[in-house]
Nanobody, 124 residues
Framework: QVQLAESGGGLVQPGGSLRLSCAAF????????IGWFRQAPGKEREGVSC????????YYADSVKGRFTISKDNARSTVYLQMNRLKLEDTAVYYC?????????????????WGQGTQVTVSS
């Protein structure tokens, strides 16, 4: 049974850092792309970053490029999102999601399985 479980969210001040984890169950990371998405209140879900299964190619939204880093540990079946220099506008619920094939962070509807999400709040 495919499951994804996010963790690592919390409250952080602007300029701070958090590392999110996405633990995968029921499949191997090598065969699937894993994307990170976020949704702020009143806004649509948006793609943040993604890593492909086979070659670990990474993608980032322009809004987080240079601040966020996605990585994965196939042996631990876990994908990470290191978030540095956090801004107020990064506040959202962050989700990880899985799809077979390449990354398509502009199209969350193409992802098949989703975690429950973890809240990230950036506030002074």
């Amino acid at each position: 049974q495919v499951q994804l479980a996010e963790s690592g969210g919390g409250l952080v001040q602007p300029g701070g850092s958090l590392r999110l984890s996405c633990a995968a169950f029921g499949f191997t990371l090598e065969g699937y792309a894993i994307g990170w998405f976020r949704q702020a209140p009143g806004k649509e879900r948006e793609g943040v970053s993604c890593v492909t299964g086979s070659f670990g190619v990474t993608y980032y939204a322009d809004s987080v490029k240079g601040r966020f880093t996605i990585s994965k540990d196939n042996a631990r079946s876990t994908v990470y999102l290191q978030m540095n220099r956090l801004k107020l506008e990064d506040t959202a619920v962050y989700y990880c999601a899985q799809r077979r094939g390449g990354c398509m962070i502009s199209a969350p509807e193409l992802y098949d399985y989703w975690g429950q999400g973890t809240q990230v709040t950036v506030s002074s």
